[in-house]
Nanobody, 122 residues
Framework: QVQLVESGGGLVQAGGSLRLSCAASGLTASRYPMGWFRQAPGKEREFVAG????????YYADSVKGRFTISRDNVKNTMYLQMNSLKPEDTAVYYC???????????????WGQGTQVTVSS
């Protein structure tokens, strides 16, 4: 069983930066592809970024490409999302996710964190 715990959310002004962290626990957490999703009020949850278990092949939603960077440290069993040039439309609850095998932005993750709120003021 894998448990995911996010941290690092908060309130920031437009143009600012935040770094989210996702601490993973479980026997094989470091072997799973992982990613970030977000859900804004009144909207469906959407994919933000994903990364393979080795840390390679990061990929992003078009809406965050060039502004967000996903990374992971398998020694610490932690994944990160560095968010720069934040916009009010980035306001959402951000969720950490992991897949056991096949992963991708259209593949439902097998594990979810509880979410962390990110609010970007204009």
């Amino acid at each position: 069983q894998v448990q995911l715990v996010e941290s690092g959310g908060g309130l920031v002004q437009a143009g600012g930066s935040l770094r989210l962290s996702c601490a993973a626990s479980g026997l094989t957490a470091s072997r799973y592809p992982m990613g970030w999703f977000r859900q804004a009020p009144g909207k469906e949850r959407e994919f933000v970024a994903g990364i393979s278990w080795s840390g390679g092949n990061p990929y992003y939603a078009d809406s965050v490409k060039g502004r967000f960077t996903i990374s992971r440290d398998n020694v610490k069993n932690t994944m990160y999302l560095q968010m720069n040039s934040l916009k009010p439309e980035d306001t959402a609850v951000y969720y950490c996710a992991a897949w056991r095998l096949t992963y991708g932005q259209y593949v439902p993750p097998d594990y979810w964190g509880q979410g962390t709120q990110v609010t970007v003021s204009s």
